[in-house]
């Protein structure tokens, strides 16, 4: 990561430790990406309403009745996004049928350039287990507040942009509720010991 997205982290950091200090409601995440990758957690998520990427509703009811999976990212993404879909097919293919009761979801933070019919081309083309969720921008929006998540539109040289965001996967248990953090790049056995410990819980 660059430079500055790692002092966007070190603000967003500070935010946070102010808001829990203030006793502020709500479970917060916190990667400080400048140093040693601490993490501060409290409360995620919260109501949204979204289409998948066959055009159908989801909210937040959906994430509840088995574990999932959670990520944003877009399809324009250089390196994060597919990787972590590679990682996850890994993980998966690990797991064997034990891992056939996760869901996993892969929340566009480009809605402009990702709608659905987009979006499916793109999780389709990489696997058979993700679902995207696109839908409107301020829609997108709130879904990325309520679960704390970062993201910003760069400008690149040529006129188009691309898009800073976070890299986490949050998991979810049967009752939609943060339980656990994958971080991009985290070793196969540990992610597979996290998600054995998600399906068994």
């Given amino acids: 990561m660059t430079t500055r997205f790692s002092k966007v982290w070190l603000i967003w950091g500070g935010a946070i430790l102010l808001a829990l200090g203030a006793g502020l409601g709500g479970r917060l995440v916190w990667e400080d990406r400048s140093g ?3 993490l ?8 949204f309403s979204l289409v ?3 055009g159908a509703p989801i909210t ?30 890994a993980w ?3 797991l ?19 709608p659905p019919e987009v979006l499916g081309e793109y999780v389709t083309a990489q696997s058979d287990r993700v679902t995207g969720i696109s839908g409107p921008p ?7 507040d309520v679960w704390r998540v970062y993201y910003k539109a760069v400008p690149l040289d040529d006129g188009d942009y691309t898009m800073d965001h976070t890299s986490l996967i949050y998991l979810l248990n049967d009752d939609g509720q943060y339980a656990e953090l994958i971080r991009y790049g985290e070793a196969q056995d540990s ?11």
């Fill in 36 to 38: 040693n990758g601490a």
């Fill in 40 to 47: 501060i957690a409290a409360d995620l998520g919260g109501p």
């Fill in 52 to 54: 998948t990427h066959t």
């Fill in 60 to 89: 937040e009811a959906d994430l509840k009745g088995s574990p999932s999976a959670l990520f944003f990212g877009f399809t324009h993404c250089p390196e994060i996004c597919p990787t972590t879909i590679f990682d996850i097919n």
């Fill in 92 to 94: 998966l293919e690990e």
């Fill in 96 to 114: 064997g049928p034990a891992g056939d009761d996760l869901k996993v979801y892969f929340v566009t933070i480009d809605p402009e350039r990702d």
């Fill in 138 to 144: 301020d829609a997108v929006r709130a879904m990325a």
């Fill in 191 to 201: 992610a597979v010991a996290k998600l054995r410990a998600l399906l068994n819980s």
